[in-house]
């Protein structure tokens, strides 16, 4: 996996981000991408003619919403009473 600087990140005030942009953003192949389009999956997209752009917002936003929280174990063997 790529990491990536916080100087590649995207600005609030950059333009809207390519699928390149985007897969390098998020640390996946820009066909990973295209692939999640065609499945309707994956961050929202504009499309406008050919041309397919991302907003930084729904990025962070799509990557917000795949943030899982760990299970905690619960133990289920009863404490001993005194």
């Known amino acids: 996996m790529t990491t990536v600087s916080i100087e ?24 990973t991408l295209i692939n999640w389009r065609c499945q309707h999956k994956g961050p929202a997209w504009l499309k406008y003619g050919n041309i ?11 990557l917000s919403e795949q943030r899982k929280a ?9 404490a001993p009473t005194r």
């Open 52 to 62: 397919v752009r991302y907003t930084r917002a729904d990025v962070l936003e799509w």
């Open 8 to 31: 590649d990140q995207p600005t609030s005030d950059a333009p809207l981000m390519n699928t390149n942009d985007v897969a390098r953003f998020i640390g996946l192949g820009p066909q």
């Open 70 to 78: 760990p299970r905690r174990r619960v133990n289920t063997a009863a």
